[in-house]
């Protein structure tokens, strides 16, 4: 004999390879995991961005309805004298969202220029705001604003009734 070592198929070195070989695929099945758990959470990110960019558009929407509302309250409306008027407007079931409106004015209407007949003006100015949210009690909701998904809108505007018939 040549001094050459033959190992039977059950000897001992043949062990120690393929010990490694299932240490290799308990590390590519762990790989493999963390890349699958990583692709399952950057998905539910974008998903939840994207509720929140729907309800965030239907905030503004419902804002802007608000503005409006109290505009024609303001100018046409109960809200004559528009010195700090609120009222919430429940539109939770249509765009799920609440909108309080605030009217605040001048008590004494400015006196600006005078009208074709020589008589002075009188002018008012009003500040609307219209702040909406997807709370569940009122807008702005400090309690619901720390949570996940929690959207607020707000709008503000300023009009005079310079140019209102009455």
């Not at 998905?43 to 960019?53: K, L, Q």
């Not at 905030?59 to 309250?73: D, F, N, T």
């Not at 409306?77 to 409106?101: E, K």
Request: hydrophobic fraction near 45%; charged fraction near 15%; include cysteine.
């Amino acid at each position: 004999m040549s001094g050459h070592v033959f190992l039977a198929p059950g000897a001992a070195g043949l062990h120690r390879q393929s010990g490694f070989g299932v240490i290799m695929i308990v590390v590519i099945l762990v790989m493999l995991a963390s890349l699958a758990a990583s692709m399952v959470r950057m998905s539910w990110g974008t998903a939840i961005t994207s509720a929140n960019d729907i309800q965030a558009a239907r905030a503004r929407q419902a804002a802007k309805a608000g503005v409006e509302w109290g505009l024609y309250m303001s100018l046409r409306g109960a809200w004559a004298n528009c010195t700090s008027s609120t009222q919430t407007l429940d539109l939770r079931s249509t765009s799920g969202m609440l909108v309080t409106v605030t009217c605040s004015g001048n008590a004494t209407p400015y006196v600006e220029g005078g009208d074709s007949g020589g008589a002075p003006r009188q002018v008012r100015i009003y500040a609307i705001e219209a702040v909406a949210c997807n709370g569940a009690t009122a807008c702005p909701d400090d309690d619901a604003a720390t949570g996940l998904g929690y959207v607020e809108r707000r709008i503000r505007t300023s009009v005079t009734d310079v140019d209102v018939q009455p």
